[in-house]
């Protein structure tokens, strides 16, 4: 049976006697930050005790997306921020997925990244992260969102975009390693661009515009 089976099993086994399975459907309208374009997406809910999952349709049908975004006020989007695609969130990711058991997409470069000569330290890091994990809970850790906690444990978050540093893996031939801030220079740029234009709106700039 493979690990996925048998944390499913132990999970559908471990539920109590009185949980119902609570079905919900919403119909969110999404956008990313500095862009105009909305998207709606349909997003389905199943939740049995305490364990959730969820998963979203996108709405491509023209008129059923107008209705939506018409009556939707702008207000009431969900915004989103795009991520950067660099090497530590691509290494992060292909680790999830190789432990997820799940195979990545045939164009997906961070699948290479783990058969690079860095590749197996980083996936025995994974590995020794995920077990010690597992240790400290009963709960089945078997979920791509329970597997990215388990990594993400006790790693800074990248000040900018809140990507997790993975300290300990190695990069390009090099240690990744805990006092780092941020997770590639374009966010330690814009992080600091925002700084500087946030100490320029101080007190005497708001002044001079009224
Ligand atoms: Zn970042």
Redesign the pocket.
Known sequence: MSALRRGLHKWHTACQRTDRLVERTEVVVVRLRGQQRRDVWRRHTRQLGTRRVGWSELVTDGDERGHVIRTRARTEDRVYRAL?ANAMRRLGDALVLWLADVSPAQDDQGGAMLESPDGRHNRRWAERKLRRARSRTTRPLVTVADIYRALGHGCRL?H??H?PILAGCRIDGRWVNRARA???AP?KMRWRRRKRAATQRGPESIHANQ
């Open positions: 950067p990248c900018d975009c990507t941020f997770c590639g966010c």
